[in-house]
């Protein structure tokens, strides 16, 4: 396949990293929201959530500015207007949860009233955004929320991506898979 029908390294590194982030995050997520209230691996979990996920956050706004600056492969021509309009869909709701979801855990550690403080990766301090305490509630169901929004919209890009490869026999797929050297 040409390089002009693939995805950049730039572009493919960041898709692969992140979606390992993403789907850490959603299950570290619900695996320490399920522990005893106050144990050190909940506590390490959480530490270990807010870290993973500041990054995600940053990485975003790297991809975003590479996406803006690297137009990416184009869809193929067999594709209807209706899959076209549901893929662009998708992809922007994935940046929508990708800045949203880390924005609105940060709401939700900035108002708690455990005021625990978030040192990320045990050596960059997070400061708290400046929230009332009363939004807790609304940001932790937000954050809920978010989190099936985001697994229902993992569940379609993968799916999609998987009927282009397996059912349709296109390049969709392969064009944002690494190529470790092969032509
Ligand atoms: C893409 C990024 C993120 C994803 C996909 C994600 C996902 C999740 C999930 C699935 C849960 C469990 C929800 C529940 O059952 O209540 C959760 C909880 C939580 N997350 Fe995140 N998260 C992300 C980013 C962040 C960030 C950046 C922070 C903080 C800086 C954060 C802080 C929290 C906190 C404090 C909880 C516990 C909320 C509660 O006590 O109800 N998250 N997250």
Redesign the pocket.
């Known amino acids: 396949m040409s390089s002009r029908l693939r995805y950049d390294p730039v572009a493919i590194a960041l898709h692969w990293a992140m979606a390992a982030?993403?789907l850490g995050?959603?299950v570290?997520?619900?695996v320490?929201?399920?522990l005893k209230p106050g144990s050190p691996l909940q506590f390490q979990l959480?530490q270990n959530?807010?870290s993973?996920?500041?990054a995600?956050?940053a990485l975003t706004l790297l991809r975003l500015g590479w996406r803006l600056a690297h137009r990416p492969p184009a869809l193929p021509d067999s594709m209807a207007g209706w899959e076209r309009l549901a893929a662009h869909a998708g992809h922007a709701a994935l940046y929508l949860?990708?800045l949203a979801?880390?924005?609105?855990?940060?709401a939700?550690?900035s108002t708690?009233s455990f005021n625990i403080p978030?040192v990320l990766f045990g050596t960059i301090p997070?400061p708290h955004l400046p929230l009332p305490r009363d939004l807790n509630a609304a940001a932790?169901l937000l954050?809920?929320g978010?989190?099936w929004i985001?697994i229902a919209t993992v569940i379609g890009h993968a799916g999609a991506a998987l009927r282009h490869h397996h059912l349709l026999g296109d390049d969709v797929l392969r064009r944002m898979l690494p190529r470790f050297g092969r032509e």
């Open positions: 982030m993403i995050l959603l570290m997520g619900f320490m929201t399920s959480y959530h807010k993973v996920g500041i995600v956050l949860l990708m979801m880390p924005l609105v855990g940060w939700v550690v708690s978030t997070l932790k954050h809920e978010g989190a985001m």
